[in-house]
C-alpha cells in the first residue's frame, strides 16, 4: 500500500494514504515498545528489564538480556503473542531471529549472527555494511569481511584490530595485490550529462584517445585504481586503467585508499568496542603506518601531454593524422612490398625470404585457385633459422589466409606503368602464444605490424 500510492508517477499516487501507512507503522513500534519494558522487567519477576535498543519500519529489536540463545528465542516468541493480542486483528507481530553476538552501529548499519535455531546459527547477517558493495575495491569488502568474522565468529576483538593494522601496513608499503584496489562503475552516461567530473568517465575518455577499439562503451563496467599524483590532483584525474598501471610501473596513492575508503568502514567497526578516540589512534597511526614504499614509474608526468604515433615501417618518419592507418610514408609508398617482406622476416632475425618460398609455394599449388582458410592451430614445422620456444603449448603456429585477388587498374609497383594481376595473397601469422589463445585474425598488407605481444610475417606473393 505504502509503494503503490506513495509513488509520485504510478497508477494511484496519493501522499495522504502512504503518509498514514508510515504514521500508524510509527504509532504501533512505540506502541510495542512500551509494552514489552513494562512487562519484561525485574518488578514482574524477570531477571533483567527489557530494552528496545532499535525499531525500523516493520520491525522492533529488542535486549532481554537472556544468557543463552534458547532463552531469549523463548521470550520472543512470548512477547510476539503477548503485543499481538493489545493490536487489532487482524495485525499481529511475529518472532524473527535472534543476533548473538550483536553489533549495531547506527540505523540501518548492524551486523550479528543470524539464529534460527538455539544449536547454530544459520549465517553472518550484515545490512548496511561495505562488504558487498560493487563500487568498493576488493579490498575494503574483504578486510571488513575478515575483520567482522573476527569480531563474532572468533570472539577475538585484539585479533581484529591487529588484522586489519597488518592489512594497513600492507597498502601502505605496496604488497597489496592490484587486483585487490580494482574499483568498477558501470559508464551508465557521457561526461557531458554528468554535473561533475566523474573519475571512471573521465578514464573513459582517456582511454578512447589512446585506443578508440579497446575503450570502454555506454554501458560497460569501467574498472580503474587511484594513482599518485600531485598534491592537491582530483581524484577523477588520478583514475588509471590498471592494465596500464602494471604496464608501465605507475605507483598507487595508498594515502587515497586509506583516508577515503578504508578509514571510515573500520571506524564504524571498532568505535563501539574501542571507543572513538582510541580506534582512531590505534588504527590510523602508529608504527604501522610509518613504514612506506615509494613506487618509480616508468613514465613522466608530461607523458600526460604526449600522443603515441605510428611510423613509417621504411624511414621511421612519424605518419600525419590523415595517413595514420597506413604503414609506410608517401616517400616509401614505391618499395612497400619490399619492406614488408625485409621488416616482417627481419622480426625472427632472417635477412632472406628464400627459405620461405617452397612452404608458400606448396600451400598455393595444395589450395589452388578460389582460395581456403586453413586450421588457425595446427602445428607447422620449425622454419629454417627460427629457433624453437620450447614446450609443446609454445610452439609456433601457422594460421593460413589464402586467397585470389584480381586489380586490373592497379598499377605497377616498379614504376612500369602497366595493370597487373595479383593472383594470390599469403598472410603468414607466426604466433608464439598457447594455442587457447589463439583468435583467427584477418589482416590486410597495409596494416602495420602489431604490437611485442603478437608476432606477425606478412608476405605479398605473386604467382
Given at each position: 500500500m505504502y509503494g503503490f500510492t506513495g509513488a509520485q508517477v504510478g497508477k494511484l499516487p496519493c501522499l495522504e494514504i502512504s503518509q498514514?501507512?508510515?504514521?500508524?507503522?510509527?504509532?504501533?513500534?512505540?506502541?510495542?515498545?512500551?509494552?514489552?519494558?513494562?512487562?519484561?522487567?525485574?518488578e514482574n519477576g524477570y531477571e533483567h528489564n527489557a530494552v528496545v535498543i532499535y525499531g525500523d519500519t516493520d520491525s522492533v529489536m529488542v535486549k532481554f538480556g537472556a544468557a543463552t540463545v534458547a532463552?531469549?528465542?523463548?521470550?520472543?516468541?512470548?512477547?510476539?503473542?503477548?503485543?499481538?493480542?493489545?493490536?487489532?486483528?487482524?495485525?499481529?507481530?511475529?518472532?524473527?531471529?535472534?543476533?548473538?553476538?550483536?553489533?549495531?552501529?547506527?540505523?540501518?548499519?548492524?551486523?550479528?549472527?543470524?539464529?534460527?535455531?538455539?544449536?547454530?546459527?544459520?549465517?553472518?547477517?550484515?545490512?548496511?555494511?561495505?562488504?558487498v558493495r560493487r563500487d568498493n575495491c576488493?579490498?575494503?569488502?574483504?578486510?571488513?569481511?575478515?575483520?567482522?568474522?573476527?569480531?563474532?565468529?572468533?570472539?577475538?576483538?585484539?585479533?581484529?584490530?591487529?588484522?586489519?593494522?597488518?592489512?594497513?601496513?600492507?597498502?601502505?608499503?605496496?604488497?597489496?595485490?592490484i587486483s585487490q584496489l580494482v574499483i568498477t562503475k558501470e559508464l551508465t552516461k557521457t561526461d557531458k550529462d554528468y554535473a561533475n567530473k566523474q573519475a571512471h568517465v573521465e578514464l573513459a575518455n582517456k582511454m578512447k584517445k589512446r585506443d578508440a577499439g579497446s575503450a570502454p562503451k555506454l554501458g560497460d563496467r569501467v574498472p580503474y585504481?587511484?594513482?599518485?599524483?600531485?598534491?592537491?590532483?582530483?581524484a577523477y584525474q588520478k583514475a588509471e586503467d590498471p592494465i596500464y598501471v602494471l604496464e608501465n610501473n605507475i605507483p598507487i596513492d595508498a594515502e587515497h585508499y586509506l583516508t577515503n575508503m578504508l578509514a571510515k568502514p573500520l571506524l564504524r567497526i571498532f568505535e563501539p568496542i574501542l571507543g572513538e578516540s582510541k580506534a582512531e589512534s590505534t588504527l590510523l597511526r602508529g608504527e604501522h603506518t610509518r613504514t612506506k614504499t615509494v613506487v618509480t614509474s616508468k613514465i613522466s608526468a608530461l607523458a600526460g601531454f604526449t600522443k603515441k604515433k605510428q611510423t613509417c615501417l621504411g624511414c621511421k618518419v612519424p605518419l600525419p593524422d590523415s595517413n595514420a592507418n597506413?604503414?609506410?610514408?608517401?616517400?616509401?609508398?614505391?618499395?612497400?612490398s619490399e619492406l614488408y617482406q625485409v621488416s616482417g622476416y627481419n622480426v625472427f632475425g632472417q635477412t632472406s625470404l628464400m627459405p620461405l618460398l617452397p612452404i608458400i609455394e606448396a600451400h598455393i599449388r595444395s589450395v589452388g585457385p578460389g582460395g581456403a582458410l586453413l586450421s588457425s592451430v595446427d602445428p607447422v614445422p620449425t622454419l629454417p633459422g627460427l629457433p624453437p620456444r620450447g614446450g609443446a603449448l609454445h610452439q609456433p603456429r601457422l594460421p593460413h589466409f589464402l586467397h585470389e585477388?584480381?586489380?586490373?587498374?592497379?598499377?605497377?609497383?616498379?614504376?612500369?606503368?602497366?595493370?597487373?594481376?595479383?593472383?594470390?595473397?599469403?598472410?603468414?601469422?607466426?604466433?608464439?602464444?598457447?594455442?587457447?589463445?589463439?583468435?583467427?585474425?584477418?589482416?590486410?598488407?597495409?596494416?602495420?605490424?602489431?604490437?611485442?605481444y603478437i608476432r606477425l610475417l606478412l608476405l605479398v606473393c605473386t604467382v
Open positions: 498514514s501507512v508510515t504514521a500508524f507503522g510509527r504509532l504501533m513500534i512505540e506502541q510495542t515498545k512500551n509494552e514489552v519494558e513494562s512487562r519484561y522487567n525485574k532463552e531469549a528465542m523463548k521470550l520472543g516468541t512470548e512477547a510476539a503473542e503477548y503485543v499481538s493480542e493489545k493490536f487489532i486483528k487482524p495485525i499481529k507481530l511475529e518472532f524473527e531471529k535472534v543476533y548473538f553476538p550483536y553489533l549495531l552501529i547506527n540505523k540501518k548499519r548492524y551486523a550479528g549472527l543470524y539464529f534460527t535455531r538455539p544449536d547454530k546459527h544459520d549465517k553472518m547477517d550484515c545490512k548496511g555494511i561495505e562488504t576488493q579490498l575494503v569488502a574483504r578486510l571488513m569481511n575478515d575483520c567482522l568474522q573476527k569480531i563474532l565468529i572468533d570472539r577475538d576483538p585484539e585479533g581484529a584490530m591487529e588484522y586489519a593494522k597488518q592489512n594497513i601496513s600492507d597498502l601502505l608499503c605496496n604488497r597489496v595485490d585504481v587511484i594513482i599518485a599524483g600531485a598534491k592537491g590532483t582530483p597506413a604503414a609506410v610514408c608517401v616517400h616509401c609508398k614505391p618499395k612497400e585477388e584480381e586489380d586490373p587498374n592497379r598499377a605497377d609497383r616498379q614504376g612500369q606503368g602497366h595493370a597487373e594481376v595479383w593472383k594470390s595473397r599469403l598472410v603468414i601469422s607466426l604466433i608464439c602464444r598457447p594455442a587457447e589463445k589463439l583468435k583467427n585474425i584477418r589482416l590486410s598488407v597495409r596494416r602495420s605490424f602489431h604490437d611485442h
